[in-house]
């Protein structure tokens, strides 16, 4: 389960990069707002994956 979960956190993350614009251009250009961003982004994925994989909700 845990080599599901890890898959499936990485697929969101990607998700969430992709749809909010984070990308390596505004990782050279702006690196704080990048890792704030991403910060942002892993730590709503893990919500996501805690509430569908653990608690056995539907989040998405």
Do not use: C, F, P
């Not at 969430?16 to 614009?21: N, V």
């Not at 910060?39 to 653990?54: D, K």
Request: aromatic share 4%; charged share 30%; net charge negative.
């Amino acid at each position: 389960m845990n080599e599901q979960a890890q898959r499936r956190l990485e697929l969101i993350i990607e998700q969430m990069k992709a749809i909010e614009g984070v990308t390596e251009r505004m990782k050279q250009h702006d690196q704080m707002a990048w890792a704030g961003a991403m910060n942002s982004i892993r730590n709503r994925a893990e919500e996501i994956i805690l509430s569908e994989m653990i608690y056995g909700e539907d989040a998405v």
